[in-house]
Structures are given as C-alpha cells and as structure tokens.
C-alpha cells in the first residue's frame, strides 16, 4: 500500500522555525511530483509548494524566501523547513504525490495525501 506520513508539526512563536517531514511508504516519493498544502481553520486549502520532476519548485507568494522544500533520497521523504513563521502560517499541512483523482479538501488532482500535521504559531 501505497501511503503518506507528515510530521514535525507543533508550536512555535512568530519568528521561529519548524520542519515537516512527508516520509513515504510503498513508492518512491522522491521519483515523483509532489505537493505540500495547507488549511487554516475555516479557510480554504492554500497551495504552499510544489516539487516536480524537473525545474525549480514552486512556492506561494505568502511564504517565498521563508519556506524551502527538499528531498532526502535515503529517507524516501520530502521535507518542508518553514523559517521566519508568523501566526497566518498557521495551519494544518498535508502533502500530496503522484498524480490522480482521490477527492480531499484541498484538491482532487493528486492520488496519495496524507493525513495532516498541525503547525501553530503564536504572536
């Protein structure tokens, strides 16, 4: 079974750092598209940031030169390091690979998501 797991969500006042981690199971995860989302409590989905085959990433324009995305080949995991938090980060982060049409909140574009990692970040 193909499958998903964030981690390293959890508090953090404005200012300070956190990294989630989106480790893969079943497939390669660093052979393949994927994306980072987030949801803030009554919002809708944002994307944050995507990593393709080829090309550089993508990230929002609310969190561009503070959130770096990157590959552990070894681990078979993606990692988000999110600097210079601020409260509106605030959140819950889920990541997306492959291609496909599972229905989820934030987008039905992707086959695999997993199951959320909250980040809160205080003032």
């Known amino acids: 079974e193909r499958r998903l797991l964030e981690s390293g969500g959890g508090s953090a006042q404005a200012g300070g750092s956190l990294r989630l981690s989106c480790a893969a199971s079943g497939f390669t995860l660093v052979d393949t598209v994927m994306a980072w989302y987030r949801q803030a409590p009554g919002n809708e989905c944002e994307l944050v940031s995507t990593f393709l085959l080829s090309g550089s990433p993508y990230y929002a324009a609310t969190v561009a030169g503070r959130f770096t995305i990157s590959r552990d080949r070894a681990r078979n995991t993606v990692f988000l390091q999110m600097n210079t938090l601020k409260p509106e980060d605030t959140a819950t982060y889920y990541c997306?690979?492959?291609?496909?049409?599972?229905?989820?909140?934030?987008?039905?574009?992707?086959?695999?998501w997993g199951q959320g990692t909250q980040v809160s970040v205080s003032a």
């Open positions: 997306a690979a492959e291609r496909g049409r599972t229905p989820h909140p934030c987008a039905h574009s992707w086959d695999i």
